[in-house]
């Protein structure tokens, strides 16, 4: 392709990607978009203005000649987490900022896209192209991130607002999601997979986060994956036989922080009268629709105790990737519209579902770097190398994943008592 074309390709997806999250929040309303309600989410308005700050940072400030800031104090005050570049807010802060408002933040996205704009049309450098490609790899992380913390706020709101209409779609009773009722019954069978010397991490031309690199070579045992996700109604057996009450099923970290939080089901579980809902983006659901749809918003702790009770574990994030290597990126992730998890289709036995898509899958990997890990350099070397301790790796993207964004290298992570995130449970075991 001639750099002409590489140019304006990437424009267009600048155009696509930026457009799309102005779409998400379009049935939102600016008091919506204030909302902050629990410690690891941020607003929506809050989202809108970071993502704009990332490329006037570090694409618009540095390479575009003649480039005037919108307004200098935006460089601190949407910065997330970047010590070397400048001070920022406290994160548990920015529900406060009702300044600038929400038509000043989206003039500010209009004059970075303007400029973004600019940049592309007289022809920008190598490594200004390389940062604007991690701008849009950044900003559909939010765009997921906005939905997950829109959840949140929405749960958190006595009314219990439907981010999307259309739930009752998802009814085992409607034909439009064939499979729903029909996975309640089957069972789950594990697909089985050779072991060997692999080679993992990202490999070819495509854009990948530094710490999916370097590609190395990881030894396997023979290893199997359950053909599908854990099940609400399975995860609801744990439930009713006694798991969020016996210590011997959990990790020592993980039973304090059952009893510490007083967990006793996943987030956006409501007992009435005995029976169960589930809070979704398309509102509050009857657990029973659910019964077959993957159990999501579950911890590592969660997602290992029930594995543990199941008699099988999680897989390592190795034995994930081996798996996923070469999958299409056609599951339930956010261009399927479908905003929730959903059951497993009625394929074949001999191949593992919702690899990608559905949810992020908990695995027992620590999220640390590669062999030969080496960070971006400067201040973006603080974009993922810097979390390297404390959490764990998460697999395959999910129902808010933008497709284009995810892949089988992709290594998200998040410490083990998050919930918040659609994260769920694929167990593993050795045969
Ligand atoms: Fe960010």
């Known amino acids: 392709m001639s750099a002409g074309n590489v140019q304006v390709e990437l424009g267009e997806r600048v155009k696509a990607v930026r457009r799309r999250t102005l779409e998400l929040c379009a049935g939102l309303t600016a008091e919506d978009m204030m909302v902050q309600s629990c410690p690891e989410a941020s607003p929506a308005k809050w989202h809108l203005a970071h993502t704009a700050w990332f490329f006037d940072s570090f694409v618009l400030r540095e390479f575009l000649p003649g480039y005037r800031a919108f307004n200098a104090d935006f460089y601190w ?195 009435t ?27 590592f702790y969660e997602a290992d105790a029930y594995a543990r009770w199941a008699g099988h574990r999680l897989a390592t994030e190795f034995e994930w990737e081996a798996a996923a290597e070469g999958l299409k990126t056609d599951g339930n992730l956010l261009d399927s519209g479908r905003l929730m998890p959903c059951a497993a289709p009625d394929a074949g036995e001999c191949a593992a579902q919702q690899l990608l898509g559905d949810c992020w899958e908990w695995t027992a990997s620590a999220y640390l770097g590669y062999p030969g890990f080496k960070a971006l350099p400067g201040t973006l070397g603080e974009y993922n190398g810097k979390f390297m301790s404390g959490q764990m790796v998460l697999r395959g993207g999910s129902c808010v994943t933008p497709a284009a964004h995810i892949r089988a290298s992709y290594r998200n992570f998040f410490p083990p008592e998050t919930r918040w995130q659609f994260s769920g449970i694929r167990l593993a075991r050795q045969d």
């Open 77 to 271: 005050l949407f910065n997330s987490y970047y010590e070397s570049f400048a001070r920022f807010p406290e994160k548990r802060l920015r529900s406060s900022f009702s300044r600038p408002g929400l038509e000043e933040v989206v003039r500010y996205r209009e004059h970075v896209d303007e400029a973004l704009g600019r940049l592309l049309e007289q022809g920008a450098e190598p490594e200004a192209l390389r940062r604007i490609e991690l701008g849009l790899n950044h900003e559909e992380q939010h765009q997921e991130l906005l939905l997950t913390d829109i959840l949140n706020a929405f749960f958190t709101n006595p009314l219990r607002p439907v981010y999307c209409e259309g739930g009752a779609l998802y009814s085992p009773l409607s034909d439009a999601r064939p499979g729903v009722a029909g996975m309640a019954s089957k069972g789950r069978d594990f697909v089985e997979f050779a072991g060997g010397m692999r080679e993992m991490g990202h490999r070819g031309e495509g854009f990948c986060f530094d710490n999916e690199l370097p590609r190395h070579r990881v030894w396997l045992e023979p290893f199997a994956l359950a053909g599908r996700l854990v099940t609400c109604g399975e995860f609801a057996e744990f439930m009713a036989d006694g798991g969020y009450r016996r210590a011997e099923l959990w990790l020592s970290a993980g039973w304090d922080t059952v009893k510490s939080r007083g967990w006793r089901a996943p987030l956006y579980w409501t007992e």
């Open 273 to 299: 009268d005995g029976s169960w809902s589930v809070f979704t983006l398309r509102g509050e659901m009857p657990m029973r629709w659910l019964a077959a749809a993957p159990v999501s918003h579950v911890s």
